[in-house]
């Protein structure tokens, strides 16, 4: 153990330092691959013989294993260990992927760092990782899943192919939603290799994100309909922890497709499904699910129709609709038509904007500390944005002119009356009284009173416009 940890410490020195790794790339791959100690019963049956191997391997800088009692002593350790030695491992190898991105790390190193990851993909390690992504130690777990995505994303890159293991565990789970427990994780790893190769300068994101997407298309599409029908159909049940985790992951997720069609649309039905299928985004908003979810359901609403999704997700600023995406423009349309459809039917009325208050660290504001205020602020800045811009979308539309001035007025009346019901009688006075002053609201985010200012403008001139026909 004593040898195991000092090559491992030497590798995670150099890998630092910049250095070339010493050992030869196979003896590396081996000491970096987590399958001999993912599950006691592995340790017990290669233990022995891997540190044999491992003697005959490793570079004479390293003090050699002589003995069986030297042996025994290590495997002990190895048993109390293992769970530390994996993270080191996934570590090591998250270290390794990440280094492949930077422009000062030499060539040869790379070379070095590229033959170890294939050696690892070449030994299965993509099926070791969906292992240890089932566990319920949830560090290792998460360490599972990162490394998952970046040799997935590797694999893209340097050998222009999916890994299968990897596609087949995916459509597995998502195919057996609802009874699978690994929703989250799937989700999880998916999300985070869209956002490696929107990350990524490389100039084949396209090819890469469209041999990703194409063979989960249509997996994806049905998912985002039974995950939201579910939990739409129960109701008054609360969601359990697992449930909320997969929500929460789901949002994620499709608001990265989201972006994704920003950056590279591909005309693919899971880059629009949210788009043209909005009304169970919508419902979560006034289902029995926690707080953070309903906001997260109208922020994500919010970005998509702003065309802004992805912002908090990836470090590339989003850009304007791509030339090549002839579907947008109406795509968006449908999502105002959506969010319209449910002002008019007393959404505004039925969603919770309150509820219980927090500080920063997650703990509950104590009831007479918010009483003198229950009002969410960020949630209601989201949601009248979200409507000035469908009602902006809408107005714009030639077919919905010679009835935009009723709407506009009915849906501004509508937010008006339920901002009004949520305001305690001394803050509406002063917010409320002109119907103008609810802008106010914005006040503490410059780039959304910017976009609110500008939806308002264009609708004012489009009213004035309307006027003098």
Avoid at 185 to 214: H, P, Q, S, V, Y
Wanted: net charge negative; glycine share 2%; with cysteine.
């Amino acid at each position: 153990m004593e040898t195991y940890f000092h090559f491992l410490q030497k590798t995670y020195n150099d890998i630092i330092a910049g250095a070339l790794l010493s050992q030869d790339s196979y003896n590396c791959a081996a000491l970096l691959n987590p399958l001999a100690f993912s599950s006691a019963k592995n340790c017990e049956l290669c233990a022995c013989h891997f540190f044999r191997k491992l003697d005959a391997q490793i570079s004479s800088s390293l003090d050699p294993i002589n003995n069986e009692h030297d042996i025994s002593k290590n495997f002990s350790h190895l048993k109390c260990h293992a769970r530390e030695i994996i993270l080191l491992q996934l570590t090591l190898i998250d270290m390794m992927l990440a280094k492949l991105h930077l422009q000062e790390v030499a060539t040869e190193i790379k070379q070095k760092y590229v033959e170890i990851l294939r050696i690892l993909q070449e030994s299965n390690i993509v099926s070791e990782l969906i292992h240890l992504l089932r566990s319920s130690d949830k560090q290792l777990s998460h360490m599972a899943s990162k490394s998952l995505a970046s040799l997935v994303h590797f694999q893209l890159r340097e050998e222009n192919s999916l890994n299968s293991a990897w596609l087949a565990f995916c459509l597995e789970t998502l195919s057996g939603f609802p009874s699978n427990s690994w929703i989250a994780e799937c989700l999880w790893t998916l999300t985070n290799i869209i956002k490696e190769i929107l990350n990524d300068d490389n100039t084949c994101k396209e090819g890469d994100l469209k041999k990703l997407l194409t063979p989960l298309d249509n997996m994806l599409e049905n998912f985002y309909s039974s995950i939201l029908s579910y939990y739409s159909s129960a109701h008054n049940v609360p969601l359990s922890a697992t449930s909320t985790n997969d929500m929460n992951s789901f949002l994620d997720l499709f608001e990265l497709l989201v972006a994704s069609r920003i950056q590279v649309p591909l005309n693919l039905g899971c880059q629009r499904v949210l788009f043209l299928n909005s009304y169970d985004i919508g419902c979560l908003a006034t289902s029995p699910v926690p707080g953070f979810i309903k906001k997260k359901s109208i922020a994500l609403l919010k970005n998509c129709i702003l065309h802004k999704a992805g912002e908090d997700l990836i470090k590339t600023k989003a850009l304007p609709s791509s030339p090549r995406d002839p579907h947008f423009d109406n795509d968006r349309l449908a999502l105002a038509d959506t969010v319209l459809h449910f002002v008019n039917s007393d959404w505004l009325g039925r969603l919770c904007v309150s509820g219980n208050t927090r500080h920063f660290d997650g703990s509950t504001i104590e009831p007479q500390a918010q009483a003198k205020g229950n009002f969410d602020v960020v949630i209601f800045r989201s949601l009248s944005l979200l409507l000035l811009k469908a009602l902006e979308t809408k107005i714009q539309d030639f077919a919905y002119k010679t009835e935009s001035q009723v709407h506009l007025e009915s849906v501004m009346g509508l937010l008006l009356t339920v901002l009004k019901s949520h305001l305690k009688p001394p803050a509406s006075i002063c917010l409320l009284e002109h119907p103008c002053m609810w802008i106010s609201l914005f006040i503490e985010q410059d780039d959304e009173m910017v976009e609110a200012v500008k939806s308002l403008l264009a609708i004012y001139l489009n009213s004035k416009r309307e006027h003098r026909v």
